[in-house]
C-alpha cells in the first residue's frame, strides 16, 4: 500500500487548510464567535484555497481578515459583483487575496477563498459573527456550530450557480485532513446550572464563585461527524429586559450605526389551556428522499429516518382532534398524497391513513418540495378551519430563496411548523419558512427524537397563541423608537419575543430611565408586561445589539438575488456595508499588495474537502468540473461546458448500498429486542396503534398481550360489568401509559387528553371505580388525579 505523507486529499493532492479554531463567548441568549482557519502551502506552486461550509442563517458576520507573517490585513465589506471582479485582477496581477461571500441560494452556506497562496507561506484567516440563541421548549439555549454541508438537489437551472457545486472532494470522515478545536466561555445575570453536548467536552469549570460565569471546551480529537451543539441551562427563569447600546461615534447620530439600539426581549406568561374547538386543517408533508434512508445519526443502533417519520405520522394521527381536517404528502423527485383533498377527521379516515403510513418508503428520488407545496397552496380553503402545515425534511435543497419565497407568498392563510431532520439540515430553509408564516423550527440531530419534537409542535398548533401584539414607549421628550424588527403577529406559549428598536434623537445626559409595555390578547383577554430600563447605553465594541439589528432588517428584506427588486437589493446592500453584515449582495475582500516579491507562475487550485457521512446515500450523475480563477469563474465555464453540476442522483434505496442498510436495520431491530427501553418503545407504538379515533381503546386480545396479561382476566376485574367494554379498556390503557412510558409522556400527552375527555363522555361516575379496579388489576399506582379529579 502506497504511504503519503502530511495532508492529502483522496485525490492525493495537498490539502492547505491545517486547523480549524473556534473561540465562543455566549452572553445570555447572544453568541459572539470568532473562527480562525490556518492555512500552509506546503507545495512548490501558489496555490487558491477554496472552502465552502455551512453556517447558521441567522448568523450576523460581521469581520473578516487575514494574518500574513505578523501582518493583518482586513478585508472591506463591498458589493458582491465588484469584489469578484478584484479578487480576479488581484489574483492576475500576482497579489495575495481573501474573498468570503455568501451564496446567492441559500442563506447558510458561505465559501472562502485564500487566492496566491506562496509557496510554503502560513496565513490565519479570521472571521466574526453573533446571533442570536434559539430557547428550546426545556428552558435550554441551543448554539450549533455546523459541521456538515450535506450535497443539496437542485430546484432551478440558476441554482446550477450555487458555490455548492463547486468541486468539493467529499472525504471519509477518518481521512479528513483538517482538525476542530473549540473553546466556549458562558456569562449570565443568572447562575449557570449546567452545559450539555452531542459531542465530548472538558468538564465544565466555573469562574465566579456565584457560577455566572464558566468555560467548556471541544475534547481533543473530534471529528467533522456531527453539527456541535451546546445546551445552555441557566437556574433561573428567563425574565423580560432591554439592553441599550451605544452607537458608533464616527457615523451620523440618526442612523442605523450611529443612533444608540435597543434589544427589547418578552417571555409573556401564557397559560397552558387546552383548546376549546376541534378545528383546523392539518397538512403533513413528508420527506421521502433516497436520502431518508439514512439513520437519524451516527450511532449504531440509530433508528432509520424514514422509519422515524412513520412513528411521528402514526403519532400525530393519532393525536388530532375529531371533526377537523387533514391530509398527508410524501415528496422526493416527484409527489404523492392519502386523499385527493383533505378529509374530515373520522375513525375511518384516521385507520385508512395509518395503513397506509405502515408502507411508506424512502422511494421518490431527490428532494423536489416545491410541486407539493404549491399543490397544497392552491387547494381550497376549508371555512372555519385555518391551515397549519407540517414540514419534515432533510433540507437538501439548494435553492432556498425560492422555497421561502412560495411560502412567503402564501403566508396570510396558514402557518408553517418545520422540521430539519439530521446533521446538515439547511437553517436557511427551515428556519425561513417557519419565520416568515409565524410557525416554529425544530432541528432533529444527535439522539433527539423527531416524534418529541413534532408532537410539541402540535400541541402548539392545537393551543391558544398570543395575538395583537403591540409595542409602546414612554421615553423622556426628545427621544424616540423606531422599530427595526418585522411586525410579530402572534407567539406560542414558551415562545421568546425579540425586539430591535433604535432610538432618535436627544439622550438624556443625566442619569434617567425609560419604559417599554409590551400588549397582548390571549383568548380575549387584553394583557400587559412593563419594563423599566436604564437610558445610559453601554459601549460594546463588536456592536453586538446594531449588528443583530442590521440582520434582522436584511433578513426581512433580502428574498435572494433573483427574487429581490433591484431597489431592495441596493438598499440591502447599503444595510449591509453600513452595518458591516455580510448578505447575499456583499462580500468581504482583501487585498496584500505588500509582499516582497509578487507571485509569479500559474495558480494551482485546491478546494478544501468536506466530511461525508458513512451513511450516506448521495452519488453523483457527472463528475464536477475543475476550477480556475474565482467560483463565478468556475461555475460559467463549467455552464458553457453545458455541465449540470451537483444534481445528487437518488437511487432505489433498494439498489444503493443495500448490503449495508440491511446490516443496519438488522442491527437497529436486534438492539432493539435486547433492550428494554427500545423493547418498551416497541411496546407504546403497539398500545398507540390500537388506539381509536375518538380517544378509546377496545378489550381486545391485541390489548391484553401489551397488558402482559389474559383478555379473560381482564373482563373478569370489570367493575362495570354492564357497562361499555371500552371504557374499562381506554382506562387500562391510560394508567399503562403513566406507568411504563412515562419518559415519552410529551408524545403521547395529546392522545391521553381524547382518551379522558371520551372517559368523561362515556363513563361519567363510574371513572372512579375503573381506575382503582385497573391500578389493583394492573399493580400499577396511579392516582385518580391524571383523569381529571
Known amino acids: 500500500?502506497?504511504?503519503?505523507?502530511?495532508?492529502?486529499?483522496?485525490?492525493?493532492?495537498?490539502?492547505?487548510?491545517?486547523?480549524?479554531?473556534?473561540?465562543?463567548?455566549?452572553?445570555?441568549?447572544?453568541?459572539?464567535?470568532?473562527?480562525?482557519?490556518?492555512?500552509?502551502?506546503?507545495?512548490?506552486?501558489?496555490?487558491?484555497?477554496i472552502f465552502v461550509f455551512p453556517m447558521d442563517e441567522d448568523s450576523a458576520v460581521y469581520s473578516f481578515e487575514a494574518l500574513v507573517d505578523g501582518k493583518k490585513i482586513v478585508a472591506e465589506l463591498q458589493e458582491k459583483m465588484e469584489t469578484h471582479s478584484l479578487y480576479e485582477d488581484a489574483l492576475s496581477q500576482g497579489y495575495e487575496a481573501y474573498l468570503l461571500e455568501e451564496d446567492d441560494y441559500s442563506r447558510d452556506v458561505f465559501s472562502c477563498n485564500v487566492g496566491n497562496l506562496q509557496p510554503g507561506a502560513k496565513v490565519a484567516v479570521t472571521l466574526r459573527y453573533v446571533q442570536e440563541l434559539p430557547l428550546e421548549t426545556d428552558g435550554a439555549l441551543r448554539y450549533v456550530l455546523p459541521a456538515i454541508l450535506n450535497p443539496r438537489y437542485q430546484l432551478s437551472e440558476q441554482s446550477v450557480k450555487s458555490c455548492l457545486n463547486i468541486k468539493t472532494p467529499l472525504v471519509p470522515l477518518e481521512d479528513l485532513p483538517y482538525t476542530l478545536s473549540m473553546v466556549a466561555t458562558i456569562t449570565s445575570q443568572h447562575s449557570i446550572e449546567r452545559v450539555q453536548s452531542n459531542c465530548s467536552l472538558s468538564p465544565m469549570q466555573y469562574l465566579a464563585d456565584d457560577k455566572t460565569s464558566a468555560q467548556v471546551s471541544l475534547a481533543e480529537g473530534h471529528k467533522f461527524d456531527r453539527d456541535v451543539e451546546l445546551l445552555i441551562y441557566y437556574n433561573e427563569v428567563h425574565s423580560p429586559s432591554v439592553a441599550v447600546e451605544m452607537g458608533m461615534q464616527d457615523m451620523k447620530p440618526d442612523s442605523l450605526m450611529g443612533a444608540p439600539s435597543a434589544m427589547v426581549s418578552f417571555y409573556p406568561d401564557v397559560p397552558e389551556v387546552e383548546a376549546t374547538k376541534a378545528c383546523g386543517e392539518f397538512v403533513f408533508l413528508m420527506d421521502r428522499s433516497g436520502s431518508m434512508e439514512s439513520p437519524m445519526n451516527n450511532q449504531k443502533d440509530s433508528q432509520l429516518r424514514i422509519e422515524a417519520a412513520k412513528e411521528t405520522l402514526l403519532l400525530l394521527l393519532k393525536s388530532l382532534p375529531m371533526g377537523c381536517y387533514f391530509n398527508v404528502y410524501g415528496f422526493g423527485s416527484s409527489f404523492e398524497k392519502f386523499f385527493p383533498e383533505s378529509v374530515k377527521y373520522t375513525q375511518e379516515t384516521m385507520e385508512e391513513a395509518v395503513e397506509r403510513v405502515k408502507d411508506l418508503e424512502a422511494d421518490l428520488g431527490g428532494t423536489e418540495i416545491l410541486k407539493p407545496l404549491r399543490k397544497i397552496y392552491k387547494a381550497p380553503s376549508i371555512p372555519g378551519h385555518p391551515l397549519q402545515l407540517f414540514v419534515f425534511t432533510d433540507g437538501e435543497v439548494s435553492d432556498t430563496y425560492t422555497v421561502i419565497n412560495e411560502v412567503l407568498f402564501n403566508s396570510k392563510k396558514h402557518r408553517c411548523f418545520s422540521f430539519g431532520i439530521g446533521e446538515g439540515a439547511s437553517t436557511s430553509l427551515i428556519k425561513g419558512i417557519a419565520r416568515v408564516t409565524g410557525g416554529t423550527a425544530e432541528f432533529i440531530i444527535g439522539k433527539d427524537r423527531m416524534q418529541t419534537k413534532a408532537l410539541g409542535s402540535l400541541k402548539l398548533a392545537l393551543s391558544s397563541s398570543v395575538d395583537d401584539i403591540s409595542l409602546s414607549w414612554d421615553l423622556p421628550p426628545g427621544l424616540s423608537a423606531c422599530i427595526l424588527s418585522p411586525e410579530q403577529t402572534a407567539i406560542f406559549r414558551g415562545q421568546r419575543l425579540i425586539i430591535y428598536a433604535q432610538l432618535t434623537g436627544t439622550m438624556p445626559q443625566e442619569e434617567s430611565s425609560g419604559e417599554v409595555c409590551f400588549k397582548y390578547t390571549f383568548k380575549g383577554r387584553s394583557l400587559e408586561n412593563r419594563v423599566t430600563f436604564s437610558l445610559q447605553p453601554k459601549t460594546n465594541a463588536s456592536f453586538t445589539i446594531h449588528r443583530l439589528a442590521a440582520k434582522s432588517l436584511i433578513q426581512t428584506k433580502d428574498l435572494g438575488f433573483y427574487e429581490t427588486s433591484e431597489r431592495v437589493k441596493k438598499d440591502v446592500a447599503s444595510i449591509s456595508i453600513q452595518s458591516g453584515v455580510l448578505s447575499s449582495f456583499t462580500a468581504f475582500l482583501a487585498i496584500n499588495k505588500e509582499l516582497n516579491q509578487q507571485v509569479q507562475g500559474p495558480i494551482v487550485q485546491r478546494e478544501i474537502p468536506r466530511p461525508i457521512m458513512s451513511t450516506s446515500c448521495h452519488s453523483y450523475k457527472v463528475k464536477l468540473c475543475g476550477r480556475k480563477g474565482s467560483v463565478r469563474r468556475m461555475l460559467q465555464q463549467c455552464a458553457a461546458a453545458d455541465l449540470k453540476l451537483g444534481e445528487p442522483e437518488f437511487s432505489s434505496p433498494r439498489k444503493r448500498n443495500a448490503e449495508s442498510l440491511s446490516v443496519t436495520k438488522k442491527s437497529y431491530s436486534s438492539t432493539k429486542k435486547n433492550d428494554d427501553k427500545g423493547f418498551r418503545e416497541n411496546l407504546f407504538m403497539q398500545l398507540i396503534s390500537c388506539q381509536k379515533g375518538n380517544g378509546s381503546w377496545e378489550l381486545d386480545e391485541d390489548l391484553a398481550k401489551i397488558l402482559c396479561t389474559n383478555l379473560e382476566d381482564i373482563m373478569t376485574a370489570n367493575p362495570v360489568k354492564d357497562g361499555d367494554p371500552s371504557t374499562w379498556a381506554t382506562v387500562l390503557a391510560v394508567l399503562w401509559l403513566h406507568t411504563n412510558s412515562e419518559d415519552l409522556k410529551c408524545e403521547w400527552e395529546l392522545l391521553e387528553r381524547k382518551a379522558v375527555a371520551w372517559l368523561h363522555d362515556h363513563a361519567g361516575s363510574s371513572i372512579l371505580m375503573l381506575v382503582q379496579a385497573g391500578s389493583n388489576l394492573l399493580k400499577l399506582p396511579v392516582t385518580p388525579a391524571v383523569f381529571g379529579f
Not at 4 to 30: A, H, M, R, W
Open 1 to 49: 500500500m502506497e504511504q503519503y505523507c502530511g495532508l492529502i486529499t483522496g485525490n492525493k493532492e495537498s490539502v492547505p487548510l491545517k486547523s480549524i479554531s473556534v473561540t465562543l463567548s455566549i452572553n445570555d441568549f447572544v453568541a459572539s464567535v470568532t473562527a480562525t482557519l490556518n492555512y500552509e502551502n506546503e507545495e512548490k506552486v501558489p496555490l487558491e484555497a
